[in-house]
């Protein structure tokens, strides 16, 4: 069992950055791949950033790319996503997850994963 806890969010201008952290519980945690998720009003739920479960491989979505940094510590059980040169397209709910499956299983990551409440992040045009 993994709980998660995001915190960072918030509202900030086009071109700013911010910082989400991910709190975890639960000695999986260290074991397993996690990865950042989004989901804006009236859209799914979308992959942003994966991490292996040892930091050595990183995997994110095209529109991210060269913005955004996903990292590790396990010896503190937290995950981060580093958020530069955001958009107001960058708008929605950002998620943390953790899973046994590898963050880039798609479906089977997200069928087997855990889940945080979410933080909300602004980014004002």
């Known amino acids: 069992q993994v709980h998660l806890v995001e915190s960072g969010g918030g509202l900030v201008q086009t071109g700013g950055a911010l910082r989400l952290s991910c709190a975890a519980s639960g000695s999986q945690f260290g074991i397993y791949a996690m990865a950042w998720f989004r989901q804006a009003p009236g859209k799914e739920r979308e992959f942003v950033a994966g991490?292996?479960?040892?930091?050595?491989?990183?995997g994110y979505a095209d529109s991210v790319k060269g913005r955004f940094t996903i990292s590790r510590d396990n010896a503190k059980n937290a995950g981060y996503l580093q958020m530069n040169s955001l958009k107001p397209e960058d708008t929605a709910v950002y998620y943390c997850?953790?899973?046994?499956?590898?963050?880039?299983?798609?479906?089977?990551?997200?069928?087997?994963?855990?889940w945080g409440q979410g933080t909300q992040v602004t980014v004002a045009s």
């Open positions: 991490i292996a479960w040892n930091g050595d491989t990183t």
């Open positions: 997850s953790a899973s046994p499956a590898s963050y880039e299983s798609g479906d089977y990551y997200r069928q087997h994963a855990y």
